[in-house]
């Protein structure tokens, strides 16, 4: 069974920095390509980042230079260094893997001062 724990959300003010995690287990986050989409109310979900088997990294462009997406096979799990966050960054953040197709719950991230 797939699951995936998505935490590290919550309220920042602009200009500060979260770090999401997604521990998987039930898959190899090495073994596929993993990514982290958001969305915000009322929008479609979007792509945020994606690292691959390989690990090539994909980022939306509204996040580059501000977002990192890593990964760490000993602890199977992928992480979101998001920095000099901005208030349309608010969204709930979701963790996928490309492999299978599965979502995570997803992660609120506000930022607001």
């Known amino acids: 069974q797939v699951q995936f724990m998505e935490s590290g959300g919550g309220l920042v003010q602009p200009g500060g920095s979260l770090r999401l995690s997604c521990a998987a287990s039930?898959?190899?986050?090495?073994?596929?390509?993993m990514g982290w989409y958001r969305q915000a109310p009322g929008k479609q979900r979007d792509l945020v980042a994606t690292v691959t088997r390989i690990g090539t990294t994909n980022y939306a462009n509204s996040v580059k230079g501000r977002f990192t997406i890593s990964r760490d096979n000993a602890k199977n799990t992928v992480y979101l260094q998001m920095n000099s966050l901005k208030p349309e960054d608010t969204a709930v953040y979701y963790c996928?893997?490309?492999?299978?197709?599965?979502w995570g719950q997803g992660t609120q991230v506000t930022v607001s001062s």
């Open positions: 996928h893997s490309l492999s299978n197709d599965f």
């Open positions: 039930g898959i190899l986050v090495a073994s596929s390509t």
